[in-house]
């Protein structure tokens, strides 16, 4: 059974695998970006903080992080620090915007990215 889902600029995705919960990395492609946030927020929508990756980086940016972030990371791919003391992996943008996941969450993206979930060849 394959796994292959569209992204397109409509519909927030989230992976197949987080157990349709509500603590997800999700992702939009609009325009030449890609945009992720984290499901958890609850604050203001217009304040709700989202990383923008282009377009033209996303097979780069998910490239790096199914490799765990140990390859050089170029501009425009934000970073990603894991804290092994707490499980969490935090996303870093040039602009400072934070977004920081559990271990349940990322692991879920991970395996939605090695599942092709989040391809951009299929748009």
Request: aromatic share 8%; glycine share 8%.
């Amino acid at each position: 059974m394959s796994n292959n889902r569209k992204l397109n600029d409509s519909t927030w995705t989230k992976s197949t695998f987080s157990d349709h919960g509500n603590a997800c990395v999700e992702v939009l492609v609009q325009n030449d970006s890609v945009l992720i946030r984290d499901s958890k927020f609850t604050g203001d929508p217009t304040s709700q903080p989202i990383i923008f990756v282009p377009v033209t980086l996303w097979s780069e940016f998910m490239s790096t992080i199914t490799d765990g972030g140990k390859q050089d990371r170029p501009r425009g791919i934000p970073g990603v620090n894991y804290d092994a003391t707490n499980g969490t992996t935090t996303l870093t943008d040039s602009a400072g915007t934070t977004l920081v996941y559990t271990e349940e969450e990322w692991t879920a993206f991970i395996a939605g990215i090695r599942a092709d979930q989040f391809s951009l060849t299929c748009v």
